[in-house]
């Protein structure tokens, strides 16, 4: 079946530290990537995503490239602030639509 | 106004009590969905509703049940809560299928079966 591994946290990090999270996958075919973030206290919502090979998502600073050769999607932040500690969840779907996520890493951000 | 909203957002109750989780959205999403999350295993989908007369199990639908009352309100429902039930549940609804699918969530409730 399908599946997401992601690094395990938690992850501490310095302000304007160089962040990576990686993320890769197990399915048959081609899926669609997605990053999700969850902030202390809120339902998840969507950070960017990816639907075919060498596509790159972005948003807020944050990249994510769709690797079909290594079955990654890794995110990264060149700048970290204190205002992007959350839970980080890589996910996966295809045209089910039944997204399937990783176990989330916490991201801690200190000043 | 939020465009996914739970009720209660926290519950605590006792083993063997029945519990509704109620979930809203205005997005006039067709798709909605329940989850669990629980620490170190992500989110786990419980059910999901593609229009008001389609129901369909997910990964862990034992134990639970649901109702889709209209377009907009998606409730999950634990007959008879056992303690290993306590987790965090999410609603979330989406629009387009295929590779597009954005699914929106709502803040969680939080629940604790004693």
Same mark, same amino acid.
């Given at each position: 079946?399908?599946?997401?591994? #992601?690094?395990?946290?938690?992850?501490?990090? @310095? !302000?304007?530290?160089?962040?990576?999270?990686?993320?890769?996958?197990?399915?048959?075919?081609?899926?669609?990537?997605?990053?999700?973030? #969850?902030?202390?206290?809120?339902?998840? #919502?969507?950070?960017?995503?990816?639907?075919?090979?060498?596509?790159?998502?972005?948003?807020?600073? =944050?990249?994510?490239?769709?690797?079909?050769?290594?079955? @990654?999607?890794?995110?990264?932040?060149?700048?970290?602030?204190?205002?992007?500690?959350?839970?980080? =969840?890589?996910?996966?779907? =295809?045209?089910? !639509?039944?997204?399937?996520?990783?176990?989330?890493?916490?991201?801690?951000?200190?000043? | 106004?939020?465009?996914?909203?739970?009720?209660?957002?926290?519950?605590?109750?006792?083993?063997?009590?029945?519990? &509704? +989780?109620?979930?809203?959205?205005?997005?006039?999403?067709?798709? &909605?969905?329940?989850?669990?999350?629980?620490?170190?295993?992500?989110?786990?989908?419980?059910?999901?509703?593609?229009?008001?007369?389609?129901?369909?199990?997910?990964?862990?639908?034992?134990?639970?049940?649901?109702?889709?009352?209209?377009?907009?309100?998606?409730?999950?429902?634990?007959?008879?809560?056992?303690?290993?039930?306590?987790? +965090?549940?999410?609603?979330?609804?989406?629009?387009?299928?295929?590779?597009?699918?954005?699914?929106?969530?709502?803040?969680?409730?939080? +629940?604790?079966?004693?």
């Amino acid at each position: 079946g399908n599946s997401v591994t #992601q690094m395990e946290g938690p992850v501490t990090l @310095s !302000e304007e530290a160089f962040l990576t999270i990686n993320c890769t996958y197990t399915a048959t075919g081609y899926p669609s990537l997605f990053w999700y973030v #969850q902030y202390p206290g809120e339902g998840l #919502q969507l950070l960017l995503k990816a639907t075919k090979a060498d596509d790159k998502g972005s948003n807020k600073g =944050f990249e994510a490239t769709y690797r079909k050769e290594t079955t @990654s999607f890794h995110l990264e932040k060149g700048s970290v602030q204190v205002s992007d500690s959350a839970v980080y =969840f890589c996910a996966l779907n =295809f045209g089910n !639509e039944k997204l399937t996520f990783g176990t989330g890493t916490r991201l801690t951000i200190i000043p | 106004d939020a465009d996914v909203t739970q009720t209660p957002r926290n519950r605590i109750t006792k083993t063997g009590k029945r519990i &509704m +989780l109620e979930c809203s959205q205005t997005k006039g999403h067709d798709r &909605m969905y329940w989850y669990r999350q629980d620490p170190g295993l992500g989110l786990r989908l419980i059910y999901y509703s593609f229009d008001v007369k389609d129901i369909n199990k997910g990964e862990i639908s034992d134990g639970y049940s649901v109702s889709r009352q209209a377009q907009a309100k998606f409730s999950l429902s634990l007959e008879s809560a056992i303690p290993n039930q306590t987790a +965090l549940y999410f609603c979330a609804t989406s629009d387009l299928g295929g590779p597009y699918n954005e699914q929106f969530f709502g803040p969680g409730t939080r +629940l604790t079966v004693l």
